[in-house]
């Protein structure tokens, strides 16, 4: 069955490196199909990438500026980094066509012809607009992958998108009520997933010896809270920032460094065979964080107003375990949940 993928899913993962797509490909390949690209989808995941690389390159020279400010040397001043952020762009679109093997015949063009449709689900707040009468875009792809189905030979579709509001539901699985009967009334099956991971969950395989107890033998606490503590410093500082703000009993200055990382609950191990031989293994692992934060207690503008503090938070972690003759050859946090953001 054919696949369409909405640009929330590259946005975390622009590189294709996660085992989630790795399993992806793996089902293309069982099954014989294709990633098919709505020219909307496509625009917007270019777009969302020149976004994050004019981003992080701000990012970095702004870095790079303040430790110039503290190096008397000049000689040893950090040069400002450059690219052609066009070519990059085109760079990263070449670079997704290969390795999802999307040809020109994949690719749906934009259809005029949908735009008194999307007005009218706009103004009658039907789905998938939402019930501000936003989300053209949605309207847009819903209409391209609907007719894109219907005249398909197997009249039957995968999407996957995080936009669970518009599409689906938050506390359920499954498209839209009134998708769904779109859909029966033209004798065609779009079936919807949330993420990769529900994906995954829909197409894994049963394995009775991999389970919580030999996911606990094959890898220690020790491994998983340096895998998870590693993750968390190379990924979004604002985010952990703004948890922790929640609970801080002070303004929160910012945040030292992570103390320590507990796991103390395992669930939902799904397994994944691959064409290969070689298993995928993805387990939910919840953990207490412990962090050093700088906190203001408000009363003046002097260090002396300021104090550290111990926070802690509990956060879910998404691992994978890539197993091999069953050995764990590899192993990797795909994501990491607040629980304030499950």
């Known amino acids: 069955m054919d696949v369409v993928l909405d640009s929330n899913v590259f946005r975390g993962d622009f590189n294709l490196k996660s085992t989630g797509f790795d399993i992806l490909l793996d089902y293309l390949e069982k099954t014989q199909s294709n990633v098919i690209m709505p020219n909307i989808v496509w625009d917007e995941t270019l777009g969302l990438y020149k976004r994050e690389f004019e981003l992080r390159l701000n990012k970095f020279n702004s870095c790079r500026g303040n430790i110039n400010l503290l190096l008397t040397d000049e000689q040893k001043h950090i040069n400002a980094l450059e690219f052609n952020i066009t070519k990059e762009v085109e760079s990263f679109g070449i670079f997704v066509k290969n390795k999802l093997k999307i040809r020109a015949n994949h690719f749906l063009p934009y ?26 875009r949605d309207a847009l792809i819903w209409l391209t992958i609907k007719e894109y189905t219907r005249t398909s030979l197997g009249r039957q579709i995968i999407f996957i998108s995080n936009n669970s509001s518009d599409f ?8 839209h009520e009134s998708l769904q009967e779109e859909c029966e009334k033209l004798d065609i099956k779009i079936k919807y997933f949330r993420n990769i991971e529900e994906f995954i969950k829909e197409h894994s395989s049963k394995i009775d010896y991999i389970n919580i107890e030999w996911i606990k033998s094959s890898i220690n606490v020790e491994e998983i809270s340096a895998l998870v503590t590693n993750f968390i410093i190379s990924g979004d500082p604002a985010k952990l920032h703004s948890y922790v703000q929640e609970i801080a009993v002070h303004y929160l200055i910012g945040i030292y460094s992570i103390l320590k990382t507990t796991p103390y609950e395992y669930s939902n191990v799904i397994v994944y065979e691959m064409l290969d031989g070689k298993l995928i293994v993805h387990c939910n692992v919840y953990c207490t964080l412990t962090v050093d934060s700088l906190e203001s207690l408000g009363k003046s503008n002097g260090l ?35 629980y304030n953001n499950i």
């Open 111 to 136: 259809n005029d012809s949908y735009l008194q449709e999307i007005v009218k689900r706009a103004i009658n707040r039907e789905k998938p607009c939402g019930q501000e009468g936003q989300g053209f």
């Open 168 to 175: 689906g539901y938050k506390d359920k699985l499954g498209l």
């Open 304 to 338: 002396s107003d300021l104090v550290s503090t111990e926070n802690t938070i509990q956060i879910i972690a998404s691992l994978s375990l890539i197993v091999e003759k069953g050995i764990v050859i590899e192993k990797s946090i795909n994501s990491v949940n607040y």
